[in-house]
């Protein structure tokens, strides 16, 4: 249910720079979503295919890119992606998360005409 509010702030977003670069159609949005945002696709696309209607984003393609979580080495210092625990891959030390990483949710792109 929290998806709801972001889509009506893509959809803002959207009016905002159709009518900023007069833009009649905006054929495809990407964005980005950190695995840690709990932003889920679908309900995105859900949302996102009945609230646009009437909008110039209306029937635009949505293209996610995810973004993994950010870990760094607490004995060795490398930044690595989290995968599925917090050991490092060079050395074996434990790992803490890179702050801001991974809850990433924003406007990366849009096409239109």
């Known amino acids: 249910m929290h998806e709801l509010p972001v889509v009506l702030d893509i959809i803002r977003v959207m009016d905002e720079e159709a009518e900023k670069n007069k833009i009649k159609k ?12 709990s932003i889920i696709d679908e309900s995105v696309q859900m949302y996102f295919e009945v609230a646009a209607k009437g909008h110039p984003c209306e029937g635009a393609d949505l293209v996610f890119e995810h973004r993994p979580a950010m870990l760094r080495c607490q004995s060795c210092g490398k930044k690595f992606p989290h995968t599925r625990d ?21 406007i990366l792109s849009f096409d239109g005409q």
């Not at 964005?31 to 840690?36: A, D, H, R, S, T």
């Not at 917090?86 to 924003?106: A, H, M, N, V, W």
């Open 26 to 37: 905006i054929n495809k949005i990407s964005l980005v979503i950190g695995e840690l945002s």
């Open 86 to 106: 917090f050991q490092c891959p060079d050395c074996g030390g434990d790992s803490i998360l890179i702050k801001g990483t991974g809850r990433e949710f924003y």
